[in-house]
C-alpha cells in the first residue's frame, strides 16, 4: 500500500502572492521567506497556485529557480475559465458581476478543477496555494479525494491595511 500524496496548503491574499497584474499587489519579502521555507521543510517537489492567469508570481518565480520544483497555475483566467468547463448550472460562462449564489457555484467548480488538475500530476509533496478563504473548503475537497493535507495561512495585516503604520 503506498502513501498518500502530501499537500501543504497555504491561503493567503492574492495581494501578496506578486503577480504585477493582481490590483493592488504588495511586495512582501516575508511571504517569499516563507514559500522558502515551506518548500524545504516540507520537502515540496510541486507548487500548485490559484493564480488565475495572473501571470509570473512569487511562487512561479521560486519554483523555476529551485528544479526540480516544478509549478503550475491551476486556475484559468476568469475570462477563459468557461473552456475549462468552469461554467453555471445552464451551461454558461459565469458574468463578471456574479452574485453571491452564484460565486459559491462558480467556487465549488473552480476547487474541483484544482482538485482533478493536482491529482493528474506526478508529485510526492506539493504546496498549494490559494486565496485564504477557499483554505478550509479546498483541504476537505483534496482529503477526500486520499491526499494527505496540512495547512497553514499568511495574512500580513501591516501590509495588507492602508492605515499609517508609523
Keep these: 500500500m503506498t502513501a498518500?500524496?502530501?499537500l501543504f496548503v497555504l491561503g493567503?491574499?492574492?495581494?501578496v502572492q506578486g503577480s504585477p497584474h493582481?490590483?493592488?499587489s504588495v511586495d512582501d519579502p516575508g511571504y517569499s521567506a516563507l514559500l522558502n521555507e515551506i518548500v524545504s521543510e516540507q520537502s515540496i517537489d510541486f507548487i500548485f497556485e490559484e493564480a488565475s492567469g495572473c501571470g509570473r508570481t512569487t511562487a512561479n518565480r521560486l519554483a523555476k529557480s529551485?528544479?526540480?520544483v516544478r509549478y503550475l497555475?491551476?486556475?484559468p483566467h476568469p475570462d477563459l475559465a468557461h473552456l475549462s468547463g468552469i461554467v453555471d448550472a445552464n451551461g454558461q460562462p459565469f458574468p463578471r458581476d456574479i452574485s453571491p449564489q452564484e460565486k459559491v457555484e462558480e467556487d465549488?467548480?473552480?476547487e474541483e478543477f484544482w482538485c482533478k488538475q493536482i491529482a493528474e500530476q506526478d508529485f510526492q509533496g506539493g504546496l498549494v496555494i490559494c486565496g485564504y478563504l477557499h483554505t478550509l473548503s479546498i483541504i476537505f475537497r483534496l482529503r477526500?479525494?486520499?491526499f494527505s493535507v496540512q495547512f497553514d495561512q499568511y495574512?500580513?495585516?501591516d501590509k495588507l491595511c492602508s492605515h499609517d503604520k508609523s
Excluded: M, N, V, Y
Design 66 to 68: 529551485l528544479p526540480p
Design 144 to 146: 477526500a479525494a486520499g
Design 108 to 110: 465549488a467548480r473552480r
Design 4 to 6: 498518500p500524496k502530501r
Design 22 to 24: 493582481f490590483p493592488e
Design 155 to 157: 495574512i500580513p495585516h
Design 12 to 15: 493567503t491574499s492574492h495581494r
Design 73 to 75: 497555475d491551476i486556475d
